[in-house]
């Protein structure tokens, strides 16, 4: 017998997904009880899959284990405060890091026996074909209040191209799966080879890692500082969604402690060389001429950087980095009459 299509079809089956859909609707009470809880603040919230990507020898593996180390210590005081205030020692988090790319020798030259005290943290090396298994397990597992970190990601996808968007978008739904299983989950990921002094900041692979994610972040290693082995990175959301901003931090590489940055070193050290050149070569002549008018200081700026045969930003861009550093390297005065700013140094 032919089976019947389209209009002619049986209903049942259409009328059962259409139940299903009304059965499971977002409702008032169900937005309700959704709870954003940040891991850290505007960087990571739990319940998440984020990607981290850099180049090679950015410090990634730096900054993810000092990122587990405080995800770790605000845990640790989290529970100190509730079983002062009810007696009640109640940890809600396991930190599980999975090494794929780091030999034991470099593990052990990175200090982590820091970590080996908190017994909610375990570092594990994945090997072999191990790693797919392991995928899959945990695609398959209650994963409420665990975090995961994948170090690197390019080492759990066997023979996966990367330019693949399909296959990409395969192995990305079971990280999905493991966030929806109620995981935070995070991979480190890397970039292209690039030229040396810039920075197109685009990850290796299909887009399909970045339509996955929740969040990406570009790592920027800005600073190090060889004498007190402090590490200093910028991370920049490229999506943007649900509140996550900017992130400045220094690691101290001999304890893998993470200190966040306060929002004006965070705009500081997000500058790129074009940007900090602009910035600098506009507070000098703020320091040489007083109080100027935007069109003054606009040629003035221009002027110096031909004598100095270095490159500045452009008029709207110009306008818009100052605006970021008003009330911090100068003040900006608008007179309502002309339509002008006045510059002047702080």
């Known amino acids: ?16 997904i259409l139940s299903y ?7 008032k009470e169900k937005l309700e009880m959704v709870k954003s809880e940040w891991l850290v603040e505007n960087f990571i919230y739990k319940g998440s899959l984020v990607m981290i990507y850099a180049s090679a020898g950015s410090g990634k593996s730096w900054f993810a284990l000092a990122l587990a180390k405080y995800i770790l210590e605000q845990e640790l005081l989290r529970t100190g405060e509730e ?5 009640i020692f109640n940890s809600k988090c396991e930190v599980y890091y999975l090494n794929a790319d780091n030999s034991e020798r470099t593990l052990k030259n990175r200090n982590i026996e820091v970590l080996t005290k908190y017994d909610n943290f375990s570092l594990t090396p994945i090997k072999g074909e191990n790693k797919e298994e392991v995928i899959n397990k945990l695609a398959k597992s209650n994963l409420t209040n665990k975090i995961i970190i994948f170090d690197s990601i390019r080492n759990f996808m066997g023979d996966i191209n990367f330019n693949d968007d399909s296959a990409v978008t395969r192995f ?3 990280l999905q799966q493991m966030r929806d299983n109620g995981g935070t989950i995070i991979f480190l990921h890397h970039q ?11 990850y290796k692979g299909a887009t399909a890692f970045a339509d996955s994610v929740d969040e990406a972040y570009f790592l920027n290693k800005v600073e190090f500082d060889d004498e007190s082995k402090f590490l200093s990175f910028c991370l920049e959301p490229q999506k943007r ?8 931090c220094r690691v101290d590489t001999d304890f893998l402690n993470l200190l966040i940055m306060d929002e004006t070193k965070t705009l500081q050290l997000s500058l790129n060389e074009k940007e900090k050149i602009t910035i600098d070569l506009v507070c000098e002549i703020l320091d040489t001429s007083g109080v100027i008018n935007q069109g003054t200081l606009a040629k003035k700026l221009d002027s110096l950087a031909k004598d100095r045969a270095v490159e500045v930003l452009g008029l709207n861009s110009l306008w818009r980095l100052l605006n970021k550093f008003e009330n911090i ?11 002008q700013k006045f510059f002047s140094r702080i």
């Open 1 to 16: 017998m032919r089976e019947l299509k389209g209009a002619n079809a049986p209903r049942r089956k259409f009328d059962d």
């Open 241 to 248: 969604r649900d509140e996550t901003k900017t992130l400045s």
């Open 192 to 202: 292209p080879k690039q030229t040396d002094g810039e920075n197109n900041k685009l």
């Open 329 to 339: 390297y100068f003040k900006i005065d608008k007179a309502k009459a002309k339509n």
């Open 21 to 27: 859909l009304s059965e499971n609707k977002l409702t």
């Open 172 to 174: 990305m739904d079971k």
């Open 83 to 87: 079983f002062a205030k009810n007696g």
